[in-house]
Nanobody, 126 residues
């Protein structure tokens, strides 16, 4: 069974950093677009960042300059480096895979993503 497994969440003070990992189980990520989404209590799910099979990246405005998405050379893990964290970044973070290739920009909407991980909690608080 194909799976995505997130890790790296936790409690961090404002201004701190975390690195989230999205590991693929039983497949490699080289043919897929991977997205990171988050959902805070009482709020809708929000697309945070994505990286296409061609290495094209995209970010929601609120995280530009603070978050960086990348993939490992083995094409099995995608990372989300989160710096200068703010309380409003607190949420459950999910990674998801889309079996599509994007030439210009990858989507931050959930529709194209069909395989989802279980999520990892990020809490930014003093």
């Amino acid at each position: 069974q194909l799976q995505l497994v997130e890790s790296g969440g936790g409690l961090v003070q404002p201004g701190g950093s975390l690195r989230l990992s999205c590991a693929a189980s039983r497949f490699t990520l080289d043919a897929y677009t991977i997205g990171w989404f988050r959902q805070a209590p009482g709020k809708e799910r929000e697309g945070v960042s994505c990286i296409s099979d061609r290495g094209i990246t995209n970010y929601v405005d609120s995280v530009k300059g603070r978050f960086t998405i990348s993939g490992d050379n083995a094409k099995t893990t995608v990372y989300l480096q989160m710096n200068s964290l703010k309380p409003e970044d607190s949420a459950v973070y999910y990674c998801a895979a889309a079996w599509r290739s994007y030439r210009v920009s990858c989507p931050l909407t959930a529709g194209p993503y069909t395989l989802w991980g279980q999520g990892t909690q990020v809490t930014v608080s003093s």
